[in-house]
């Protein structure tokens, strides 16, 4: 299936006199604010999130997964998927690869259909966490930290097999999430594992294409239970700034202990100019991979809002804006489109925070006024805003009422089956 503009336009008809009178009635107030209306719609517009390959198809926990019907079982399928987000919500424009779940066979078949919906390659991301099919020697205590330097060739031969693969698609990052750790006190040494985990990133690194960057991942645990060699961001950080310029933290949101102030780990990160892009989700307990903006709408506005000035007061490189989510409940396309909407909320939010009002209450110690400053932008509903910035694009004023009433679901059910499964975890 493929949306047309001729789809969005009818799907949009009925919805316009709505839409423009909330948007207008916004847009005033916004104006008389002192803000620019047509600035915000061109930064909003520009923001796009890339979808990863493996949250098309429905997840699960390690109790069960139920699937849902029409699931993408190609790449090329992944790709048309992202293709249909992106022809509602004009907003996800690319896809991160993880490899070798999606490990392409004929490129040129690959970059057409890519290039038909106008989708292009982000990060691509490695797997050491899974033994291969055909592989000899096994991940089980670790990869590029094992103890065994063959396994850990292993893992650095994957990795540069990944940015070969990365290569052909034009993809621009490495994404590299380490699950290596220990479940039992003494299983491993702390200062070894860090130690090879060091000198196998240092070798893949120097494979990293000049224009290339490498994403260090850090999670606090899973798979493992008692320690992760790559736990927080000041390990990741420590790597990055070991490895050189081109290596970068990543946050997954997800990836914290709970109660963790993420807004502040954005801010260092970026005041080091080491903040290299995000995995957004959601979550209350753990790795929850819940829809973004679904548990903690505020913090990612905090988080937004800490991006906000540290694009203007950094030197930050634009980080990757990945979502890294899984639907265990919901359609997945659905999941997706209130994630990345979600996303943009945040930022529009966080870009009409009066930014000297706030540093004004902050030099003079007014802590109730720096309160409202920031739940004044919070609270106000700038969802008419998103829309008409996507309207703009050429996108659905509410891409999941589009996506319902073009019945796209019906329609990959009936096209690929009732039993189609993606692959991934
Ligand atoms: C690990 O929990 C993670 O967040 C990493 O980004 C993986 O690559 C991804 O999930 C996929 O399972
Ligand atoms: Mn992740
Ligand atoms: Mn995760």
């Known amino acids: 299936m493929k949306i047309t503009s001729e789809h969005i336009q009818s799907s949009n008809k009925p919805r316009e006199i709505t839409h423009s009178r909330e948007f207008n009635f916004l847009a005033e107030n916004l104006e008389k604010k002192g803000l620019n209306v047509e600035a915000l719609i061109q930064k909003l517009q520009t923001l796009q999130i890339a979808i990863p390959s493996w949250a098309l198809g429905t997840g699960g926990t390690r109790f069960g997964r139920f699937s849902g019907g029409g699931e993408p079982a190609t790449l090329i399928q992944k790709i048309q998927d992202i293709g249909i987000l992106h022809a509602l919500n004009r907003s996800s424009d690319s896809v991160s690869l993880h490899i070798p779940w999606d490990i392409p066979q004929d490129y040129d078949a690959i970059l057409q259909a890519a290039s038909d919906v106008e989708i292009g390659f982000d990060a691509v991301n490695s797997n050491t966490f899974q033994d291969q099919a055909d592989q000899n020697l096994s991940y089980k205590f670790g990869s590029l930290a094992n103890h065994d330097k063959a396994i850990r060739e ?28 220990s479940s039992f006190p003494g299983q491993h040494s702390f200062r070894k594992a860090l130690q090879n985990t060091y000198v196998s990133l240092q070798e893949i690194y120097q494979e990293l294409p000049p224009d290339w960057k490498m994403l260090v991942e850090y999670k606090p645990y899973e798979p493992y239970f008692y320690s992760t060699v790559i736990q ?186 009732k039993d189609s499964k993606a692959s991934g975890l």
């Open 154 to 181: 292993l893992a650095i031969e994957h990795n540069k097999e990944v940015i070969r693969i990365g290569e052909k698609l034009g993809s621009k990052a490495l994404t590299v999430w380490l699950a290596d750790g």
């Open 232 to 417: 927080d961001w000041g390990t990741s950080f420590l790597l990055a700034n070991k490895l050189g310029e081109k290596a970068f933290t990543l946050v997954d949101l997800g990836h914290h202990l709970p109660n963790t102030n993420i807004e502040q780990i954005v801010a260092t990160l970026m005041t080091e100019e080491k903040l290299g892009g995000f995995h957004f989700n959601d979550s209350k307990y753990g790795d929850d991979d819940l829809t973004v903006g679904s548990i903690k709408p505020y913090q990612l506005f905090l988080i937004f809002n800490e991006l906000v000035v540290g694009f203007e007061e950094t030197a930050n490189p634009s980080p990757a804006w990945m979502i890294d989510a899984s639907h265990n409940l919901k359609d997945p396309l659905e999941d997706l489109l209130q994630s990345v909407e979600a996303i943009k909320l945040a930022y529009a939010q966080a870009l009409i925070v009066d930014q000297n009002a706030l540093h004004a209450a902050q030099a003079s110690h007014d802590v109730t006024l720096a309160q409202e400053i920031l739940q004044d932008a919070y609270r106000t509903d700038l969802r008419p805003l998103v829309r008409e910035s996507i309207r703009q694009s050429g996108g659905a004023i509410s891409p999941i009422h589009s996506y319902r009433e073009l019945k796209v679901r019906e329609t990959l059910i009936k096209e690929r089956g």
